[in-house]
């Protein structure tokens, strides 16, 4: 059965770092997609980033320059470097993966498999 188990979170000054991490297992890491998304309460999940099998990588203009997704494919493992991170960047952070081969998207339902979350917090 798949497992995503995201870790890393917390919380940052302005302009601090963070780097999230999102085990997978039970799950074919390396053909398929994989995305990051984010939730604050009240509003609906944006999606971040994203990579594909070729590391193909998207980004939302959001974070673009400021976030980059990654993975280790031996480790089963999705990354999510943030930094120069602002305010605004404070939510529920996501990890998910698609059961099958897709280009990298932004879309949540090429997406079958879903993390529960870490929480980021950026204080001033």
């Known amino acids: 059965q798949e497992q995503l188990v995201e870790s890393g979170g917390g919380s940052v000054q302005v302009g601090g770092s963070l780097r999230l991490s999102c085990a997978f297992s039970g799950y074919t890491f390396s053909s398929t997609s994989q995305a990051w998304f984010r939730q604050t309460p009240g509003k609906e999940r944006e999606w971040i980033a994203c990579?594909?099998?070729?590391?193909?990588?998207g980004y939302a203009d959001s974070v673009k320059g400021r976030f980059a997704i990654s993975k280790d494919n031996a480790k089963n493992t999705l990354y999510l470097q943030m930094d120069s991170l602002k305010p605004e960047d404070a939510a529920m952070y996501y990890c998910a993966g698609s059961r099958y081969p897709a280009s990298c998207s932004g879309y949540e339902i090429v997406y079958d498999y879903w993390g529960q979350g870490t929480q980021v917090t950026v204080s001033s």
């Open positions: 990579i594909d099998s070729n590391s193909n990588t």
